[in-house]
């Protein structure tokens, strides 16, 4: 069976900081994956997704950026974060064009 | 652009009353349709899905129809329980694309 990792759970790290948010999927090949960002109480933001390994596909214009140096693995990073960053920070999976799957997600908070 | 509209929240409800939460989406072509669940803390868990009009997704008493006159895929459940609080967030994948947008989440919360 397939299932998706995100590391760590819970991060807090002062403004300016660098970032990595690194997420795997176990149990499949070639998935599409997915970066989003929850801020409390909102929905979701689609930061980027990739369909392959070096495709990466941004939505929004900040000062994030994600590669795909292997195909299961998805990394998201900031050289350096501002308090705006804060959030729940989810990273998904797919197939073709069938249902996503989530995984734990990651709190981030900028101080 | 293609979007998805949800009805705000909260919504609270007694246990065993009768659930409705609406959607309503904009987009070209033949989306698929999906229900999320979010539990606090937790990443958000498929509930059901419809794949073309007419359809109907169900899962644990839960259930939406894809609806594509009244471009809709409300959610229904006959009878919540406390353990059904969370936040529901219905999303869309359009045709030829591989992004799925969501809603902004209803949060419900069911009372003992």
């Known amino acids: 069976s397939q299932t998706i990792h995100q590391w760590p759970a819970t991060l807090v790290q002062p403004v300016g900081s660098p970032l990595s948010l690194e997420c795997t999927v176990e149990?499949?090949?070639?998935?599409?994956l997915y970066w989003y960002r929850q801020a409390a109480g909102r929905g979701l933001q689609l930061l980027f997704y990739?369909?392959?390994?070096?495709?990466i596909s941004s939505e929004v214009p900040q000062n994030l950026s994600a590669s795909r140096p292997q195909d299961r693995q998805f990394i998201l990073s900031s050289k350096k974060l501002l308090l705006s960053d804060s959030g729940f920070y989810l990273c998904?999976?797919?197939?073709?064009?069938?249902?996503?799957?989530f995984g734990p997600g990651t709190r981030l908070t900028v101080l | 652009g293609d979007s998805v509209t949800q009805m705000e929240g909260p919504v609270t409800l007694s246990e065993e009353a009768f659930l409705t939460i609406n959607c309503t989406y904009t987009a070209t072509g033949y989306p698929s349709l999906f229900w999320y669940v979010q539990y606090p803390g937790e990443g958000l868990q498929l509930l059901l899905k419809?794949?073309?009009?007419?359809d109907k997704g169900s899962n644990k008493g839960f259930e939406a129809t894809y609806r594509k006159e009244t471009t809709s895929f409300h959610l229904e459940k006959g009878s919540v329980q406390v353990s059904d609080s969370a936040v529901y967030f219905c999303a869309l994948l359009t045709s030829g694309t591989y992004k799925y947008i969501f809603g902004t989440g209803t949060r419900l919360k069911v009372l003992a």
């Open positions: 419809a794949t073309k009009a007419d």
């Open positions: 990739s369909v392959g390994i070096g495709q």
């Open positions: 998904a999976w797919s197939v073709f064009r069938d249902t996503q799957y």
């Open positions: 149990g499949t090949s070639n998935p599409n």
